[in-house]
């Protein structure tokens, strides 16, 4: 980063003391009451839709997402923004489909749920691959994005130091106070995200002549939604297949975001949270990936992408606002490290603890969710550094998604539907989409001459392998095995359930039923994907 001042006034630096010290402070002063495991894991299931719908973005928006979304649209243009408005359409999915049945089972975790749904292998093969992919990809990589920017700022810092200083700001108060102290703090976090976002667009926008200067001097094709097949970064097959597939694992079954959903006070909060959610990351266009595009004609000699974030920060804001953005980007990194903390004690605790400890006390239970984040903090921290030294095999690790989910995801999908699909179709599914997915990641990824497959186009293949694989063993097994056994039919969509719950919301007016919430979204949401296709 030849050329740019890198330097914090005085009045920066006071921000974002502030700013550092009154989120810790905030976090532990909510977790001083005294937690039993309901309330240290999902908040007591009390949460509302405002406080849902922050802390989901907040929870979404990491360092590496702030700087790789301005990154990839001054590098390869605006379709990186195909993954942000996916999730308006993923969420309302999830809304009408998924999230009655998911709440209704009152379960902690979506391994467990998954349990019930087939058997305990299901259960245990879900939760170690959420807890990997977790902690070894997205808390270390969002603590080794957050370092790298952070080291401008500091660059006499060592790494690592830079890394176990963010890593204890968070998981101090989420040790503490479990979910409730990790969704307070984020719900503010959030705000100074977006608030922080808007300045940057401002002035990026200002320096570079105003909108319309921008988009007439861009390549039109950078300006683009929709990409050919050929596209490097989200070819229109992937759009059609791959980015709904991934988008289904990250917003409907990950641990790590479902959690806040798992603790709302009801359904209707759930799916007003939800959609609140969807809603809000439809600006993400506008504060954070366009920006990037102005930055071609700002800086259009830049030697990496990754600079455009820190560049537009100090190069464009004055001092004060400077503290605010650095303020906000602290609050992107904690609220993502904190979640993650958060999601994986609770996997481990109640999907490998409480199953052998039936007999442990909430007590034991909080104690050994703070232990495991304790532990998982330390190993995060020290992966982080090393991801330094393997930076193509990071970039490997970015698309990881799409050789390891698909599996799952044919699990939650086929079994909402199907009746049928029961545990050894289950197994079979699993085990397939994990050989499946180890010979292309090796065929695709490392082989000395790689097939050259998309990953976007990867998932939907593995996909289609275990759905199938899951309900040929299921039919082949119907009369020798079932599912997990109770309750399978209170966790089936089906058209009487939908004509039930019509006539339940007959009563309500629009702006409280979720469905005409939905479409509202789902309408504003092709508005926009129509006017940049």
Request: proline residues 5%.
């Given at each position: ?501 019509t006539r339940a919301l007959a009563g309500i007016v629009w702006w409280k039923n979720y469905r005409v919430l939905s ?15």
């Amino acid at each position: 980063m030849s050329g740019l001042d890198i330097r914090l006034s005085g009045l920066d630096l006071a921000v974002i003391a502030a700013y550092a010290i009154g989120i810790i402070a905030l976090g532990l002063f909510v977790s001083k009451r005294r937690a039993s495991a309901e309330d240290y894991f999902l908040a007591s299931r009390s949460m509302t839709w405002p406080v849902i719908g922050l802390a989901l973005l907040a929870s979404n928006i990491s360092s590496t997402t702030l700087i790789g979304l301005a990154g990839a649209a001054y590098g390869t243009g605006i379709s990186v923004y195909n993954y942000e408005w996916m999730a308006t359409v993923v969420l309302a999915f999830f809304c009408v489909f998924f999230l009655p049945f998911l709440l209704r089972s009152q379960v902690y975790t979506l391994p467990e749920y998954l349990e019930r749904r087939y058997d305990g292998r299901a259960r245990v093969y879900f939760s170690a691959l959420t807890i990997f992919l977790n902690i070894v990809v997205d808390t270390a990589g969002t603590l080794y994005g957050g370092a790298i920017m952070l080291k401008l700022i500091l660059p006499e810092w060592p790494l690592w130091q830079i890394v176990a200083m963010l890593a204890l700001s968070a998981g101090l108060y989420t040790v503490a106070g479990g979910l409730r102290a990790v969704i307070y703090t984020e719900t503010v976090q959030a705000v100074i995200l977006l608030g922080a976002s808007v300045f940057i667009a401002f002035f990026a926008f200002g320096k570079a002549g105003g909108w319309d200067a921008v988009m007439r001097a861009v390549d039109p094709a950078k300006l683009s939604l929709i990409r050919p097949l050929d596209d490097p970064g989200v070819p229109w097959l992937g759009l059609v297949l791959g980015v709904p597939l991934l988008g289904f694992y990250f917003w409907c079954t990950n641990q790590f975001m479902v959690q806040r959903v798992l603790s709302a006070k009801d359904e209707n909060h759930g799916r007003w949270g939800a959609l609140f959610a969807g809603l809000l990351k439809l600006p993400v266009l506008y504060v954070m990936v366009l920006p990037g595009t102005a930055a071609i004609l700002l800086y259009p000699a830049l030697d990496k992408p990754d600079l455009v974030y820190p560049t537009l920060i100090f190069d464009l804001l004055p001092a004060g606002l400077v503290g605010i953005v650095i303020a906000g980007f602290f609050a992107a990194i904690m609220s993502s490290i904190a979640s993650t903390f958060n999601s994986a004690a609770t996997l481990v605790t109640m999907d490998f603890v409480r199953p052998r400890m039936p007999q442990a006390d909430n007590a034991a239970l909080v104690r050994a969710g703070r232990i495991t984040t304790i532990v998982f903090m330390v190993l995060a921290v020290a992966w982080a550094p090393q991801i330094e030294r393997f930076a193509s095999l990071w970039q490997y690790l970015q698309a990881v998604l799409a050789y390891a989910v698909p599996p799952v995801c044919a699990l939650f999908l086929i079994g909402l539907f199907w009746r049928g699909a029961n545990a050894k179709g289950a197994f079979a599914a699993i085990a397939t989409g994990l050989v499946g997915g180890g010979v292309l990641f090796y065929a695709n990824v490392l082989a000395a001459q790689p097939l050259g497959l998309h990953f976007l186009l990867v998932a939907p293949l593995l996909f289609a392998l275990s759905a199938i694989v899951l309900v040929t063993v299921s039919a082949a097994t119907a009369a020798t095995a079932t599912t997990a056994g109770t309750g399978v039919d209170a966790m089936l969509w089906t058209p009487a359930f939908y004509r039930d719950e019509t006539r339940a919301l007959a009563g309500i007016v629009w702006w409280k039923n979720y469905r005409v919430l939905s479409t509202l979204l789902l309408l504003l949401t092709a508005a926009i994907v129509w006017a940049f296709r």
